[in-house]
């Protein structure tokens, strides 16, 4: 990103959140080059999503900014600091809600707190409209609900950076919608930097500031969304960017 972007962000983007900064950084497993020569800048409190076609390296990605994974070439750094383990203030919401089953909700929210953690969690569960199911099992939740529980998980400790994996892929359409909604309303309160892995090219027009296209291990494209929050689906010249993305991945232009 270059300075003149960085100060077209909203203020609030300067406040909260971490920055991560990718430099020339390739991943190979075995023979096979997954990522080549990736750059990309984010700022502190930006939501940039990654989009692309089913293995073209995006969760691999996502995985290597948290620490999960390690570079076969180029550099991660977090916060300023180079990425050698899994990163300190930060959460990772993937598809499976990984909730524990033996566990009630407000105590599926509570894992790893310390000390008195339970008004923290009852909060976060406020937040995500789950506070009256703090007493229930996992099993009787919906799976929008779950997703809703791993949420407030991610949240109750404030997390300066927010890594999402395919977190709304199994939902249905109706319940995913609510979900975007939610997930950029917590965003806008805490103002965390948020890295979404998405295949819904239209949930990443609507929910980033940029989104980077990733095609072949590369990246070919990095588009940013100036319409004004809350976007809304349908609304024509966000059309028009998904088409234009759509395109690109599509290999029409």
């Not at 962000?9 to 497993?29: A, N, Q, Y």
């Not at 700022?43 to 989009?51: L, S, T, Y």
């Not at 359409?173 to 948020?194: D, K, N, S, Y």
């Not at 609304?235 to 088409?243: C, K, P, T, Y």
């Amino acid at each position: 990103m270059t300075v003149a972007e960085t100060q077209r962000l909203p203020d609030r983007l300067s406040r909260v959140g971490l920055e991560v900064s990718i430099t020339g950084v390739g991943k190979r497993f075995g023979s096979h080059q997954v990522l080549t020569d990736v750059n990309l800048e984010i700022a502190p409190g930006e939501f940039v999503a990654i989009v692309g076609r089913s293995g073209c390296g995006k969760s691999t990605l996502l995985r290597m900014i948290a620490g999960l994974a390690t570079a076969s070439e180029g550099r991660i750094e977090v916060g300023g600091h180079p990425v050698t383990r899994q990163v300190a203030d930060t959460r990772i919401l993937f598809q499976d809600t990984r909730l524990l089953p033996w566990r009630r909700v407000l105590d599926n929210v509570g894992i790893g707190q310390r000390g008195d953690w339970k008004p923290a969690a009852m909060e976060a569960l406020d937040q995500v409209g789950l506070a009256s199911r703090a007493q229930d099992w996992p099993a009787v939740l919906s799976g929008g609900q779950r997703q809703r529980v791993a949420l407030a998980r991610a949240m109750v400790s404030h997390p300066k950076l927010l890594l999402l994996d395919e977190p709304l892929g199994a939902l249905d359409a109706l319940t995913r919608l609510e979900m975007q909604r939610l997930i950029e309303e917590v965003w806008g309160r805490q103002a965390f930097t948020a890295v979404l892995v998405t295949h819904d090219v239209s949930e990443a027009v609507t929910l980033a500031d940029r989104v980077v296209v990733v095609e072949d291990g590369l990246v070919p494209m990095i588009r940013r969304i100036e319409q004004a929050r809350p976007r809304i689906r349908g609304d024509a010249a966000l059309s028009e960017i998904e088409g234009e993305i759509l395109a690109r991945i599509l290999g029409r232009i």
